[in-house]
């Protein structure tokens, strides 16, 4: 009789397994950007959100316009790599790497959070829920008044045609895509852009 290797699937959850648990012992931030539904759309994604994250508060677009008009704004954190950051991000929005540290950022953020809501985004919302998560006891413990994710991230915030500005602080209408398969998302293909040159 002979013998069968081991199915690929068991092969990927081991090894999801050990970085998982690489991660764990030094303090990263991990998560699987994977849907967990088959359905590939923003929609299906910000359910997923939801789902992952009940804990961490989902502000939608409508609900950011209005606090970025208050006497006292919320502080944005760009949950994205740096080359997505200087494409494009909300303007005013600081860039925290997705990979880091929950204690390191809660650090760095705890007195610019005091006195106000602190609003996570990435792309469309799985980056900066999981950090956001892994934060908002420290950072309501440093005086922010709130923590929450941006309901379907730049993504979203782009397809409403809402605006967005490059590295050097400038109105622009592109966007990165974070790779083919999510840049799918992006409904204005035409304006996706891979470096800020």
Known sequence: MATSSPKPRGRWILIAGAIAAIAAASGM?????????TEFTMESIVSDVYQ???EVEQLTADDLVTRLASAKPP???DVRE???YKVSHLAGAERVAPNSKPADVIASLGSKA????????CSVGMRSSELASATQDGLVKAGATSVSNLV???FGWHNAKRALVDAAGSPTEQIHPYNASWGKLVERKELIKLDAK
Not at 29 to 37: E, F, G, I, K, T
Not at 114 to 121: I, K, L, W
């Open 29 to 37: 931030v991990m998560m699987s950007l994977a849907p967990r539904n």
């Open 52 to 54: 992952r994250f009940p």
């Open 75 to 77: 502080l944005l954190i």
């Open 82 to 84: 740096e080359a997505e």
């Open 114 to 121: 005091a006195g106000r809501d602190v609003v996570f985004y």
């Open 152 to 154: 379907g991230g730049a």
